[in-house]
């Protein structure tokens, strides 16, 4: 698809307020440097934030390149080195450590049926299934979802909206850093609801753009990520949007980590054409960062405390 192929269009608050919005911001895409620009309002009656106008369902394949970031976060390694006693051991701790970074990941359940949209290239799928899950996943992207294929998971390709119903209904549905690129959340939670069971739980995970960061950097701001993100959210809308689809809210974190900070800096050197070595490193600091990460865990957790690191991961029962 070419950019000149790009459609625009308006959608109204998903809530069913009145249109009135107030404009937030105009950006553009930082990610990958395509070409456009993005009108980011407010609701002036629920507080809701999203991008409007946005591209098309059919248009936003344009801005995911096969190259795009979570795509390539997501891969499974699976080489006979990865399974020696020292890498296992390697493994448990990274895993305990990422916990303290993006705090608790799902509720304490016995496993069960898992579905995991937006599931990329299946690593979460594969660290559910070694804990005793049966999981399936969907996923946008072809390649992505062919990978996560190619481990042995079933991989719908396509979009929530589109999905099949499942042969049977799940305990636990996740969805990370997902929610706010669908088109029509109510609409998709609504469908997740009517997949799940009495009593089933639904976790998210969405930036936070309520916290501190996001009035400090503005279209800088990492977690923006324009336009493929259509809905930014603050624990408080999120819970309407939730309840809306049929989900009750019962607990927010506030993911501990400082990436979306230190990459947004990045990006504010970087306009300034200013010590471009310097922004290009913060930049990519969130992929290429390593064990810094964990020296900043320290900060982070006091960041998290007061709600001000910018991600959330929310858990959410399935209501009556």
Known sequence: MRFEDVVLENQACPLGCAADDE????GRDRLHDLPGEFRVVRCRACGLVRT????????????????????????VNVSNGERSGLSAWKRSLT????????????????????LEFGCASGLFLHSMAALGWKVEGIEFAEKAAAEARILGYRVHTGTLEDAPEPEERYDLVVGWMVLEHLHDPVRALRKL?????????????????????????????LALHL??????????????????GGWQVHKVFHQRQLSNLLASLGYVLKDRGSLSR???????????????HYLLYPVSYLF????QTGRMTVWAQRSR
């Open 52 to 75: 409007n106008p946005r591209p098309t369902p059919e248009s936003m394949a344009f801005y995911y390149p096969d190259d795009y970031g979570p795509y390539h976060d997501t891969r």
């Open 278 to 292: 310097l922004s290009e490193k913060l930049i990519r600091f969130p992929e290429n960062g390593g064990k810094l």
């Open 23 to 26: 404009l937030v911001l105009v």
């Open 304 to 307: 998290s405390l007061l709600g």
């Open 95 to 114: 895993t305990r450590l990422n916990s303290f970074t993006l705090g608790d990941h799902v509720p304490p359940l016995a496993p069960g049926r898992m």
């Open 227 to 244: 336009p493929n993100h259509l809905y930014h959210y603050t624990p408080e809308t999120i819970a309407r949007v939730l309840a809306e």
């Open 193 to 221: 609801h009517s997949w799940t069971r009495p009593g089933g739980w639904l976790v998210v995970s969405t930036p936070n753009v309520g916290a501190r960061e996001f009035s400090l950097f503005k279209d800088a701001w």
